[in-house]
């Protein structure tokens, strides 16, 4: 997405400053404007259903697990309708909550990374042993 231009404003977006929208890439300003004029009671047709989950599910898929990332949605939009909150709040709540679940999720990679180059790191020192063992016999 480097290089895009966001889909209301024109200005240009970098992937990690945007959101991907079904309308395009947006910067901030635009996606918080364009979720703000959302009505969340309106019907939407099965097309657009469709195209939502679809991007629902590209962007989280892979790194963090799609029912927690729902039910934090899930959690802003009841504060939301409960007048518990106001947008801008539920926004940065959902992206603080997302960023310490992708912190906690890169570093168990990272762990399950370094665990399997402890092991192969292991089976090679034991083909050297193996090696010099059998240089050692000859």
């Known amino acids: 997405m480097k290089g895009s231009a966001c889909a209301r404003c024109a200005e240009p977006v970098e992937r990690d400053t945007s959101f991907d929208t079904d ?3 947006m910067c901030v300003r635009c996606f918080t404007d364009y979720a703000a004029e959302h009505q969340p009671e309106k019907k939407l047709d ?3 259903l469709k195209a939502r989950k679809e991007m629902i599910e590209a962007e989280t898929t892979g790194l963090l697990p799609r ?9 802003g939009y009841d504060r939301l309708m ?12 959902l992206a ?4 310490k679940m992708a912190g906690l999720a890169v570093a168990r990679n990272v762990m399950n990374v370094l665990a399997a180059l402890g092991k192969l790191v292991e089976e090679q020192e034991e083909e050297v042993r193996g090696t010099i063992r059998r240089l050692g016999t000859l």
Do not use: A
């Open 23 to 25: 309308k395009g890439p």
């Open 46 to 48: 099965i097309k657009e």
């Open 67 to 75: 029912q927690i990332l729902l039910g934090l949605i899930e959690d």
């Open 82 to 93: 409960n007048g518990e909150g106001k947008f801008d709040q539920e926004v940065e709540r």
């Open 96 to 99: 603080t909550d997302i960023q």
